[in-house]
Nanobody, 124 residues
């Protein structure tokens, strides 16, 4: 498993932006598919975005498409989530996840390394 540490969460007004970062402690970061998931209070963890090993492919939940962008810097062992036009319904704990894989799954059950999460709160 790989150790993952998220940062960049906080409180922002609706319409604002945040950039989340996730640093991975592994020498083979480019072998991992990386994903962002979120869990709002009282709800199940849900898929947000995922990116392939070298960043050539990215997939998004319909609810964030056009507003969020996932990217990665394999030289820095870091994956990012740029979140624009934030809405109150984006409020959740955001988790970074990794999977040693070629395929790019969107189901959280298929990821075996998780960070502790970072809180994002969007006020109306």
């Amino acid at each position: 498993q790989v150790q993952l540490v998220e940062s960049g969460g906080g409180l922002v007004q609706a319409g604002g932006s945040l950039r989340l970062s996730c640093a991975a402690s592994t020498l083979t970061f480019n072998n991992y598919v990386m994903g962002w998931f979120r869990q709002a209070r009282g709800k199940e963890r849900e898929f947000v975005a995922v990116i392939s090993r070298i960043g050539g492919n990215a997939y998004y939940a319909d609810s964030v498409k056009g507003r969020f962008t996932i990217s990665r810097d394999n030289a820095k062992n870091t994956v990012y989530l740029q979140m624009n036009s934030l809405k109150p319904e984006d409020t959740a704990v955001y988790y970074c996840a990794a999977r040693l894989s070629v395929v790019v799954p969107t189901s959280p059950e298929l990821y075996n390394s998780w960070g502790r999460g970072t809180q994002v709160t969007v006020s109306s």
